[in-house]
């Protein structure tokens, strides 16, 4: 049995104010927990160091600037890297990235057991809009400040199991699950930030857009016979509401552990990655079933092409 006990480290929220330092302490808290409950992975969310900076239009190239980590690790975050090195835990984080050529990415990473970085994704499908929407309740500017991330959806050997990323939004999207899944896939790690209100539907309940997140990642979980862990960055970040919902599911899309808050809390569940071997070889047998000769729509087309 290849067992993973994995922590999904949920976070609440990170005020415009908070210093990276400040967030840095409450990640290191998680992780302490984590080493206690006997975790051998945990999965912090999307964008962990910071707010949740899409939601400000801003047009000063420098202040933008000031939400992305230039290096990684980096002085903020390498109290992280020695304490998951030191507790033999291997972690997974997002966070906002500049590189050297002057590219911006909405960019996650992965770990070693010896906090070696060996992975690393970078978000894919940029939800929202590039200019200020006067249509909408509030604003969600990640096609302004994030260009589309230029890795695909790679997957990584660590801890005699495969595993892969993927960043919030990407969960929506079956392709995301299926090019990890033709690789072999038997963990899925993603983080997100989703707001808790739809800025172009007034009155689109919580209860809704938490169904769909569960019903994105149990359907990517069990359509793939894989692990999937989906961590939130959750509760009010300078009055704008982020939901919780983060959740553990099993590769038959079932739900094994769920936050009940909208805090800094963690889930944890013993993971035996065998568990994806009878879907990955029955109904899921990928080489058995499918037939790609009637599949090219999907690589051919990028919208929809209505018949006459
Ligand atoms: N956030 C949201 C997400 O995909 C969203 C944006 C919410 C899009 C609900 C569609 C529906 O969870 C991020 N950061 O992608």
Redesign the pocket.
């Known amino acids: 049995m290849r067992e993973i006990v994995i922590g999904g480290a949920q976070m609440g929220p990170i005020q415009k104010a908070d210093s990276r330092e400040a967030v840095v302490e409450r990640m290191l808290k998680l992780l302490s927990q984590a080493k206690v409950a006997g975790c051998d992975l945990v999965v912090f969310p ?1 964008l962990c160091l910071t707010t ?1 900076f ?1 939601r400000w239009y801003m047009e000063d190239q420098s202040e933008v600037d000031g939400w992305f980590e230039h290096a990684m690790p980096n002085d903020a975050t390498a109290p992280l890297f020695t304490a998951a090195r030191s507790a033999g835990i291997a972690i997974s984080f997002g966070y906002a990235e500049a590189t050297a050529e002057g590219q911006y990415f909405n960019t996650s990473i992965l770990t070693d057991s010896e906090a070696n970085i060996i992975g690393k994704y970078r978000k894919v499908h940029l ?2 809009h590039s200019e200020f929407d006067t249509e909408r309740a509030f604003q ?1 500017l ?1 096609k302004r400040y994030f260009a589309p991330g230029d890795l695909g959806f790679p997957v990584w050997r660590n801890m005699d199991a495969i595993m892969g990323m993927c ?3 990407d ?2 999207w079956p392709e995301v699950y299926r090019v990890m899944g033709l690789q072999g896939v038997e963990l899925v790690m993603l983080g ?4 808790s209100l ?1 800025s172009q539907l007034a009155g689109e309940a919580l209860e809704r ?1 938490l169904y ?2 569960d019903l994105s990642m149990t359907s990517g979980a069990y359509q793939n016979s894989t692990w999937v862990v989906g961590v939130a960055k959750a509760g009010d970040e300078d009055s704008h509401p982020l939901m919780a919902g983060s959740i553990i599911v099993d590769p038959n899309g079932y739900v094994v552990a769920r936050a009940s808050g909208e805090g800094d809390e963690l889930i944890i569940h013993a993971c035996d990655m065998d568990a994806c071997n009878f879907g990955k070889s029955t109904v899921f047998d990928f080489g058995r079933h499918r037939r790609i000769e009637h599949y090219a729509r999907i690589c051919e087309q990028t919208g929809v092409e209505l018949p006459d």
């Open positions: 999307e949740f899409p939800p929202g969600h990640e960043i919030c939004n969960r929506r997100y930030n989703t707001p739809n857009r769909h997140s």
